[in-house]
């Protein structure tokens, strides 16, 4: 009959035996989360949508946030400066703007177009993914001849990946 004792010591030795034949685990590298195919593909239809200057496209690809933010500082900027003629629009009126594409969209995004190429991000930059969990990633865009690269926020929101350009871009 065995003794405890050589149970327990024959019940280890065989589990540090197993063990030990176990290849070690690696990290999963986030190039493996199977969510980044659809996290690539939605930061690159805001690229295109804004080179295509399509601004309904452009108002949907981006997350919550960044449509809440957008929202109220036009609507705040239209406001601080009233037309005699038309009043200034409330932040629903703008919001429905913005998805629609309409005049206020388009000025707004034509102005933002005039600072930002999105072909810097499209053609002239190299792209890697960052990290990514469960709701949020990173895009690291490295522009040719810069020295670090721009981390693009995207969230995932209503079923898919949104990009944040506020939470990446504006100052806090």
């Given at each position: ?68 933010k957008i929202v109220?500082?036009?609507s705040s900027a ?53 990290s990514v969990g ?39």
């Amino acid at each position: 009959m065995r003794t405890p004792n050589r149970f327990l010591c024959s019940v280890a030795s065989a589990a540090f035996l197993v063990l030990s034949l176990c290849p070690p685990a690696r990290a999963a590298s986030p190039q493996d989360d199977p969510a980044v195919p659809a996290i690539l593909a939605s930061a690159e239809s805001l690229f295109q949508s804004m080179k295509a200057r399509d601004y309904p496209a452009i108002f949907a690809v981006l997350s919550a946030k960044s449509r809440e933010k957008i929202v109220g500082e036009t609507s705040s900027a239209l406001a601080a400066a009233p037309s005699p003629k038309i009043p200034a629009p409330g932040p629903e009126a703008v919001r429905s703007d913005f998805i629609a594409g309409g005049p206020i969209a388009r000025d707004y995004w034509d102005a933002f177009l005039r600072r930002f190429d999105p072909d810097a991000a499209l053609e002239h930059s190299r792209w890697e993914i960052g990290s990514v969990g469960k709701d949020r990633a990173e895009i690291l865009l490295t522009h040719h001849g810069a020295d670090h690269p721009a981390t693009l926020k995207m969230f995932r929101e209503d079923g898919g990946w949104k990009a944040g350009l506020v939470e990446t871009f504006w100052s806090r």
